[in-house]
Structure formats: C-alpha cells, structure tokens
C-alpha cells in the first residue's frame, strides 16, 4: 500500500527540496553555498527579460539572499565550469554532468538551421567552426562579421531577425559542437567550440546509453522536485513523457522513487527516497517568474492552489497582474504576487501593482515589505516605492512606510 500523505506535507516536501523551507542565511553568501544552492536546483532557466533583473539571479537570491552575482559569473565563465550553457527546461545554465544526456534528448530543430538547404548549412558550419577555433569567444554578430553575413532574414519566431550565419550557430549550439564561454553586458552570448569551453569529462567519453541518460536526467528532476507526478518530473528538462514514464517505473523498482497518495492530488505521484519532510516550513522568498518552483503551473495550481501565468507577451490592457510579476512565498503558501519593476536612474525599486490571495495571511503586508526592502537592497536600490494598485498596495504601502535602504553591495550594473 502506497504512503499517504496531506498535500501540507507535499508542500513542506517540495519547498525543503527546492531549498525554499527554510529561513535563508543571515551571514556572507559564499561561492561554496552558491555552488550547492544551484547543484540542488540542477538547472536555472536564463531569460533576457531585464525590467527587474536577469532572471537567473533571481532564484539563488530567493533561497540565500544577499549574494554576490559575480560567483555566478565566476561558475558560468571560468574553468573548471560548475555551470554551463545548454537547451533544458528552456535556455539554461546546467550541472555539466548532464549535458551529454540533453543532448540525446532535446530536440529543438525550430531554434536553429531548420529548413535551410543541407549543403548550404554544412558549409556555413564549416566556416563558423574553424572561425571559432582560431579566435577567441565570438558573439554572433562577431562571428557574421568575419564571414560578410551581415544580411539578417525576415522576422520569425516572436521578432527573431537572424542572419543565416547565427541561425546555424544556433544549430551547432543545440547539437552540442559549439557552445557559450559567457555573455557579454548586452546579454550576447560568446560562442565558442564545445571542447574549449566544456569539462573534459562531458567531451571525452562516449556517448551514453539513452535510457541510462533519461533514468539520470529524471532522477535529478524527481531529487530537484522532492516529490511530483510524472509529467512534473519530464516538465523539469522538458523530455518526452513516454521516456519519462519508462524511467519512472525503473527508479520505483530500484527503490529510489516511491508511489504515495497525496490527499486532494488525484494523480499517480512519487516521492524521492532521499527527499526530507520538514516539520513546518519558515521560508520567506520572492520568485523570478523563471522560477524552478513554479515551471510547470498544473502543479502549482494542485500543489499550491495557485493559478499563474507570465504576461509579459499580452497585450498590456489584457494583463490581469502586470508585466513581470513574481509570486510571493511566505512559509508554505504561495500569497501574494507583485508587479516589479527597477527604476535604475531613480534607484527605486517599483512595485506597480500588488495583489494578495484570497487566503493571505494576516502578516502578508508586513512580510512582503521586508522583503521588498532586502530585494532592494540586493539591486542597490534605495527606495521601495508602491504604486496604488492592487487590493494589497494600501495595507502594503503602510508597511513599508519611509525607506533607508541599507546595502551591502550593489549589482554591477553591466550585468543587471
């Protein structure tokens, strides 16, 4: 008979494995807990949205607080690389173990050379391939440039306006022979050949099993989740459900998922053999709309009683919230959401509109504004200024009160 669980538990569950249920540190952020932060995550999904901040510092900063983005940089940029660049949940930074394992199963022809004539990519590719190892890391315009293809094509995929020069860079970038040795302040990435920019161990083995690839990339998403369905699980690396379900039961008789019941969850769901089950949850945190939590919005909804969705490609009188909104965890109930924007030239942190949820807290406002004020204080900002829309932005308004930003160090600003 399968374990029962409260879907409090789950919820306790799911926020200990994601590092979210509990407070976070009070003392300097290191690299080293940045570096296990990101292990436990596997994954944070990159996105150019900058109206608040890069998206991919958002979710170490939820779970550690104040810390120095430069270690992300550090991890991203430099050799021995704990994260790299690759095709994932969405674009991501990943755990390097797992990018040959991506690469037997992300298939994303639309990204790149799709349609193009095969000679006319197998040239291009030859060209760009010996451009790259005989030069530093190049950004696409770059690269375009050394090779005359400064003709960009007609507008496709949400306004893309790529040249056929990046379009096959982007091919060469999925299959794995190129890949990102960083970004530039303009959030370009610099290309450069896998084996220059890779650990040796994902580039020098052979090519793994893929049904060991799959039973290792969904063990991740199951330890990263702690507890979840098996469409959760797929969602994480955004695999195949049919291969997903395959590994699934392979790591149930293995023991290192188990079947339990989750009162109010009607679904076949599992939990980690390894996943902890804390007593309460006193975590406190704002989440990137890139969120790890809060990717796949069926189970925010079963889990959390949660209905979101991004906006940021709706027209803006059709938005219910806002631009870029970021829901609110307090302890082990998502209660709020907030509409944010950085006022960089006034060093005010905006919070254009703030909408609490039908079971909110009493403490809600009170909470929220400190957190505000800490997220402030990350950005260097020095005000906290709430706009009047929103049930939660009078109550919330008051909280905050008259600001004195405190800080202890700033966001380069040619990263933010």
């Not at 005010?348 to 909110?360: H, Q, Y």
């Not at 906290?384 to 004195?404: C, I």
Request: with cysteine; net charge positive; hydrophobic share 45%.
């Amino acid at each position: 008979m399968n374990a029962a669980l409260t879907l409090d538990q789950a919820r306790r569950i799911a926020l200990s494995a994601q590092g979210l249920a509990s407070a976070r540190p009070t003392s300097l952020v290191t690299a080293r807990q940045v570096g296990r932060t990101f292990d436990r995550l596997q994954l944070i999904q990159i996105d150019s949205v900058n109206v608040l901040v890069r998206s991919h510092y958002l979710p170490l900063f939820s779970r550690l607080g104040d810390y120095d983005v430069d270690i992300v940089h550090r991890m991203a940029g430099r050799a021995p690389r704990r994260m790299v660049e690759y095709w994932a949940h969405e674009a991501s930074y990943i755990r390097p173990q797992h990018f040959e394992d991506l690469r037997l199963w992300q298939k994303r022809a639309w990204v790149g050379a799709h349609g193009m004539e095969t000679a006319e990519r197998l040239e291009l590719a030859r060209r760009i391939l010996a451009v790259l190892e005989s030069s530093r890391p190049l950004t696409a315009r770059q690269v375009s440039a050394r090779l005359g293809h400064d003709d960009a094509g007609p507008k496709t995929n949400w306004g893309w306006n790529w040249n056929a020069a990046k379009r096959v860079l982007e091919h060469l970038f999925e299959l794995g022979e190129v890949s990102a040795a960083g970004r530039t302040a303009q959030f370009e990435r610099l290309y450069s050949p896998a084996g220059k920019v890779l650990p040796a161990q994902c580039t020098e083995k052979p090519a793994p099993d893929p049904d060991q690839a799959m039973l290792r990339l969904i063990e991740a998403a199951a330890s990263a989740h702690g507890i979840g369905t098996i469409r959760c699980f797929a969602d994480y690396f955004r695999v195949g459900v049919r291969p997903a379900t395959a590994a699934v039961e392979e790591l149930v008789r293995q023991r290192i998922l188990e079947p339990v019941t989750v009162t109010g969850w009607d679904r076949h769901v599992f939990r980690h053999a390894e996943a902890k089950l804390p007593r309460k949850a006193t975590g406190r945190a704002l989440l990137s709309p890139f969120d790890s939590l809060v990717f796949e919005r069926r189970r925010l909804q079963e889990l959390f009683n949660f209905h979101y969705r991004i906006e940021i490609y709706t027209p803006a009188p059709k938005r219910r919230y806002g631009y870029y909104v970021l829901p609110f965890l307090l302890r082990d109930r998502l209660v709020a959401r907030v509409d944010l924007k950085a006022d960089r030239n006034g060093g005010k942190l905006l919070v254009r509109g703030s909408f609490a949820e039908r079971d909110a807290p009493a403490d809600t406002a009170v909470e929220l504004a400190d957190e505000l004020r800490a997220m402030a204080a990350w950005l260097g900002m020095d005000d906290v200024v709430v706009e009047q829309r929103g049930d939660l932005a009078a109550s919330l308004a008051a909280a905050v009160g008259p600001n004195v930003i405190r800080r202890q160090g700033t966001l380069d600003a040619a990263h933010t």
